[in-house]
């Protein structure tokens, strides 16, 4: 799977919203881009994913960039219960099966 | 629908004991994946089974660690012969079909002292 590349971590305060930054200069044309988050002590929860198209749920927005080497999670109104890692993940769709790999992630921390 | 579940939530072994993790899966979920998360470290892959058969083992250490998602029942990591460095979180992850989004349950917390 391509390598992605996200900032250790990142601060917002509560009721703000918040982009959360990912790279991805290598992916390949048949690569979806997830995203995963995992609160303190639980396990990992999906959040989105997209290919090329923009993306919107009750959770979250995915916008991905038009030569698509980067992505942007934005989360419209951050809640102290949005305070977890975030992962940005890609999958190759032709892939089928794949094991989800995990970097680093994005620690974001969110005042009140 | 209930989602993953996963237990024990916590288990305690003295080195050289044999853990048991047991995940069952999301109804109408026959793909499950174990993940291992080690302190202050990130998650990795251990394996993938599908009902009865492991897909990808790629993950799992090559001695004391096996898998299995019998036809009945839910999935089972085993350790045999705990040392300290298999302490971590084991999550078990379960999707309807390949390539599809994963459900995480809650974990096991292993500990070996």
């Known amino acids: 799977d391509a390598k992605t590349t996200q900032p250790n971590s990142m601060e917002s305060n509560e009721e703000e919203p918040v982009h959360l930054p990912c790279n991805h200069s290598t992916i390949s044309g048949t690569d979806y881009i997830h995203w995963y988050r995992q609160l303190p002590s639980q396990g990992p929860e999906y959040v989105i994913h997209g290919l090329t198209s923009n993306v919107n749920n009750r959770m979250a927005s995915l916008a991905i960039a038009e030569d698509r080497k980067s992505s942007t999670l934005i989360l419209h109104r951050a809640t102290l219960r949005d305070a977890a890692v975030y992962y940005c993940?890609?999958?190759?769709?032709?892939?089928?099966?794949?094991?989800?790999?995990f970097g680093g992630g994005t620690r974001l921390m969110v005042k009140p | 629908n209930a989602g993953v579940m996963q237990n024990p939530r916590h288990l305690v072994r003295r080195r050289g004991q044999e853990a048991r993790l047991r995940c069952s899966p999301m109804?109408?979920?026959?793909?499950v994946y174990w993940y291992r998360q080690l302190p202050e470290e990130g998650l990795k892959f251990m394996v993938y089974?599908?009902?009865?058969?492991?897909?990808?083992e790629s993950g799992m250490p090559k001695e004391r660690f096996s898998a299995e998602f019998p036809k009945e029942g839910p999935s089972i990591l085993r350790i045999q012969q705990v040392v300290r460095g298999d302490s971590a979180a084991y999550f078990c992850a379960s999707s309807p079909r390949t390539a599809y989004e994963q459900y995480f349950g809650p974990g096991t917390r292993l500990t070996v002292t």
């Open positions: 993940i890609l999958r190759d769709r032709n892939n089928a099966g794949n094991m989800l790999t």
């Open positions: 109804k109408g979920h026959s793909h």
């Open positions: 089974l599908q009902k009865e058969n492991i897909i990808d």
